[in-house]
């Protein structure tokens, strides 16, 4: 009624005089505008929060994601944010979506995901560009907030973390047993110069089977009795293997060995010839064998 207005410390004030801006803005405190000729604008200089739509969007290897974001921006100019610009908090929030699917399509999913700092700087670098010159508005910071993936997308991933654990597992499994190989091996060499000390590692090997309180207790047997047959069956050889030699040493030529000579067979005078041949059938008879 008066004209006094407050202005608090964080806002500026613009005066419009008719429609035309005064050249000199009001400060923070009490201050005095015409009623008749003057309109006073107040505009807020502290930092706004303004929260991104999910946008959704194909990276650039073809994977459809949904990603949120939030925009941290204040006005540093509040004559080109007034005077530009019909309202820079809803112009903010559209150049913030559109810049977020620009982002998205020239992004991979796997920089999406850990490369989260590359992709908050570039997408602050594309919001500011269009609103701190023309507008007065600086973009302080961008954040993606949220990424959304796909359900098959995410069995996927899933089944290719399971992979590379199980890859890494049997890496060290196998490198484990490498390296329990070799000290086997030193205790091999170790033990065979001392055989006491096998058979200790025998007794101690049985210690521990028994002291798990087990019904049954099996004794292995003794390694010096192995070897002991050991070097008996390579003292005795076979007789096969000697009469092989012997024979083959009575036929240099390798040639086949004679028949033996069979007998001939008589007839009985007093038998006639035809009953002896009508009597006996003729599979029945033997054939003699001449000697060669």
Not at 41 to 63: C, F, H, L, Y
Not at 73 to 97: E, G, H, M
Not at 177 to 183: D, I, L, N, P
Request: aromatic share 4%.
């Amino acid at each position: 009624m008066f004209g006094f207005k407050v202005i608090n410390q964080y806002e500026q004030g613009i005066v419009f005089r008719f429609g035309k801006m005064l050249p000199d803005l009001r400060g923070p405190g009490l201050t005095w505008v015409n009623p008749i000729s003057d309109r006073l604008r107040k505009v807020n200089m502290q930092i706004i929060t303004a929260a991104v739509p999910g946008q959704e969007g194909i990276t650039r290897d073809n994977v459809t994601v949904r990603v949120d974001a939030v925009v941290y921006y204040r006005v540093i100019d509040p004559v080109k944010a007034l005077i530009n610009v019909q309202n820079y908090t809803f112009a903010v929030s559209q150049v913030a979506q559109t810049s977020l699917r620009s982002v998205i399509g020239h992004s991979d999913l796997d920089q999406l995901l850990s490369e989260r700092d590359k992709v908050n700087a570039k997408l602050k670098e594309v919001i500011d560009a269009p609103t701190e010159e023309p507008w007065g508005i600086r973009v302080e910071r961008v954040e993606v907030k949220d990424i959304s993936l796909p359900d098959s997308m995410k069995r996927s991933m899933s089944r290719q973390a399971e992979a590379e654990r199980e890859r890494r597992a049997r890496i060290i499994s196998a490198d484990g047993e490498y390296q329990a190989s070799k000290k086997l091996a030193q205790a091999a060499t170790v033990m065979s110069a001392d055989p006491a000390a096998l058979q200790l590692r025998l007794l101690q090997t049985v210690v521990e089977v028994a002291a798990e309180k087990n019904s049954t207790l099996v004794m292995p047997i003794p390694v010096e009795l192995l070897r002991f047959f050991d070097r008996a069956a390579r003292n005795v050889t076979p007789p096969a293997a000697e009469a092989e030699p012997a024979a083959v040493a009575a036929q240099p030529d390798r040639s086949l060995p004679t028949m033996p000579t069979l007998p001939a067979l008589a007839m009985p005078a007093d038998v006639p010839a035809n009953a002896a041949l009508n009597a006996v059938p003729l599979e029945a008879v033997p054939v003699s064998a001449e000697p060669v």
